[in-house]
Each structure stands twice: as C-alpha cells, then as structure tokens.
C-alpha cells in the first residue's frame, strides 16, 4: 500500500509540471512574444544548469545516503548544504564572464537581469536540499510539495507580468529570484524542521564519503542536464532572439513527457538504493517494462497534437515552432528512456556506465552543435538533439546486466 500511495504522491507532484510548465510556458510566449521569450530564454539558460555543476552532486548523494542511513539526516543534509553553497558561490564568479558573452547582443536590461541572475545558483540549491533529503527518507508528499514550488512561484510571476502589462524578460527574471528568496527557502526549511526535526550539522567526516558519491553522480548527470541547456546557450549566442524563442517554445513542449519519468525515477532511485539486490533487479525490471510502454503511446499522442496545440497554445508568432517541437518530441522519447535508465542505474550504484553514457552524448552535442546551427537554424539543433539522447540511449541499453554495485566500493567502479 505505501508503494502505491508513494508512487501516487509523485505521479500527482510531477504531474502537476505537466500544467505548470506548459501554462508558464504560454504565459511567457504571449506576454514577451517571440524576440522577448527568446531573452527570457537566454538569462535563465546558464543560471537553471550551473545548479547541478555547483552542487558536486550533493543532491544525489544526499538522497542515496539517507536512504540507506536515515538516522544520520541531519549530518548529510549540513554536509551537503556546506559543500554545496560553498561551490556555488565560487562558480557564480566564473560563470559572471561567461554569462556577460552570452547577453552580449541584448539590451542592457537583459544584460543586468542576466548576471544577477546568476544567484539563483546558491539560492537553488540552498532550497533543494530539504527537498532532497525528504526523498531520501521516502517522504514523498513533502518532497513533491516543495519540488513543486519553484514551478508555482514561476507561473505566479508570470500571471502578476501578465495582469501588470510588463513584456520585459528582465524583470520576470528579477521577480522571480525574488520570490525564491524571500518564499521558497524559508518554507523549505520550516517544513523540514517540522517534520524531521533532527539537528543540521555539516560533517567533515562524511564528506569525503559524500563527494566521492556525489563526484560520480554529478558527472553521469550533468551531461544530460548539460543536453537540457547547452543548445539554448549556444542559440542565444549564434542566433537571432526571435530564433531562440521559437526553440524555447519547442523544446518545452518536447520535454513534457519527463515530467512523468521523473516522478517514476524519483521512486525508483532510493527504493533500489535500500533493498536487497534480487528485490531491487527484480522491481527495475518491472518499471522498466511499463514506462517505455508508456513512453511509446505519449510520443505518438505528442505528435499528433503538435501541429495543433503550439499555434492554439502559444500564438500563431510561434507557428515557426513546429517543425523543430515535432523533432523534439521524438528527442523527448530517448531523454524518457534515460531518466528512468538512469535512475534506476543510479539506485543500484552503476554510477560509472551513466557517465561514460552521458559524456559521450555531451560530447556529440558540443561537436556537432555550432555546425548544426550555421547550417540547418533550429531544425540542425533540434536534429542533433535527438542524435544526441539516442546515444545515451544505446549505451545505457548496452549496460542492462543490473549487477549491483557495492556502496562502499563506489568509487573503484
């Protein structure tokens, strides 16, 4: 019974992004029309991945090591939190230029919003952490509450510039690293004093078995947040801001079947982590079979309602979008199938095949993407994408022998 009502919390929480994300989306399109979505695009790219660099995976090792320890929270949650905002800060400082190249082009209030933007980066993972730690402990309705709040935070902002008459991507941007501020960080913490009610403290002891974890989940992850970005850097960078809206709006809604593999992956991953090794291959296995069923009727479903939903939803200015949401779509099926594979890979300790799957998808999307775009526009992004979660695919395929690994050898493998 707990199974299924925790599977239920997560389907409901990561449902909900599925209205979410394709509300927010819309919301911006018709409030900042093409060339402003485009911008709004282009300040928040380098902020929403550099999270997942700065953090040196403590959000999965937070989430691995509770599961399997829950009477230590409070160490790893202070261990985690430490070493992460520590990173973050430092990373905000060598990301500043590289944020600069990339506004280049813009006017100076998206070049503003941009590079304060950047502090959505320790904000992020000061709120993430809690979050986190309620998955590893299995408190799915919590975690699924507080994993929904940025996304409610974003929308509400988005409908406050729409009621308010403001096409400005900069101060949707402002405005929104505002409210995670001054709401979603403190109610994170409020609501894990209130119900975990452990002491934080970070742990110089358990942070080399933290880092170790978290060094080898962040690299077999970064890759594929890394695929989720680096194409719209390089659009903000290469090409015109009307061109990265009409991807943004594409790539949006190619991606909203993940949603729904997030919430199966967010069950699988600390379920394998804290069972026996038979039970664990055993219960992937079943996953596995009925999430690429799944994943098979959506894509197909997606397809079909592409031509019409992108210009009912989002207005006829984004009728350019189309064709590249009809590639992504298809893009989207792969990046399913890894994020349940990657999961459940993960939750059986096979960190090492997710990061050889995931450089090698990285590294066909940085080769191939700056040609991509000179000559095919959007349609060669679009494109490469898909060549490029393909081939995470077919590795992570390869990799399906589901030995399990042993923890405290995580780093010999």
């Known amino acids: 019974m707990r199974l299924n009502r925790d599977l239920l919390w997560s389907l409901l929480g990561y449902g909900l992004t599925f209205p979410l994300a394709l509300g927010s989306s819309a919301l911006a399109a018709r409030a900042l029309g093409p060339a402003g979505r485009g911008a709004l695009s282009a300040i928040l790219a380098l902020p929403m991945l550099l999270p997942y660099l700065a953090a040196l995976g403590a959000v999965q090792s937070t989430i691995y090591f509770i599961a399997r320890r829950p009477h230590d929270v409070g160490r790893y949650l202070g261990t985690a939190v430490a070493l992460g905002v520590a990173a973050s800060l430092a990373i905000c400082l060598g990301a500043w230029p590289v ?14 919003a941009g590079l304060m933007f950047l502090l959505f980066v320790p904000v992020n993972i000061i709120f993430a952490l809690p979050s986190s730690a309620f998955q590893g402990l299995q408190s799915f309705a919590a975690f699924n509450v507080l994993r929904v709040m940025p996304q409610v935070l974003y929308l509400a902002v988005l409908v406050a510039a729409w009621q308010l008459g403001v096409g400005e991507a900069g101060w949707i941007a402002r405005a929104y690293l505002a409210v995670c501020v001054v709401l979603a960080i403190p109610i994170a913490w409020l609501t894990y004093a209130a119900i975990v009610r452990r002491r934080v403290s970070a742990d110089m002891g358990t942070v080399r078995e933290t880092a170790s974890y978290g060094l080898y989940s962040m690299l077999s992850n970064l890759p594929t947040t890394a695929n989720r970005n680096i194409d719209q850097l390089f659009i903000a960078a290469m090409l015109p801001a ?25 069950n699988l991953f600390p379920r394998l982590a804290g069972a026996a090794a038979d039970d664990a291959r055993r219960h992937f296995a079943v996953v596995l079979k009925w999430s690429l069923l799944l994943i098979a009727g959506a894509t197909i479903f997606l397809l079909a309602l592409t031509p019409i939903v992108i210009p009912l939803v989002f207005g006829q200015a984004f009728a350019p979008a189309v064709r590249p949401a009809r590639v992504l779509v298809l893009a989207g099926a792969f990046l399913a199938v890894n994020i349940v594979l990657e999961d459940g890979l993960r939750g059986l300790g096979r960190l090492k095949v997710l990061m050889v799957a995931q450089l090698a998808a990285l590294a066909v999307t940085l080769i191939g993407l700056p040609p991509a775009l000179r000559h095919g526009g959007i349609m060669g992004a679009a494109w490469l994408s898909l060549v490029s979660y393909a081939t995470a695919s077919i590795i992570l395929v390869g990799a399906l022998s589901l030995r399990r690994a042993d923890p405290e050898k995580i780093v010999a493998k």
Do not use: T
């Open 99 to 112: 944020q600069a190249y990339i506004l280049r082009s813009f006017d100076e209030s998206v070049r503003h």
């Open 242 to 266: 009307a061109d990265l809206g009409w991807y943004a709006v594409s790539a949006s809604w190619g991606s909203l079947l993940a949603p729904v593999m997030y919430a199966i992956g967010s």
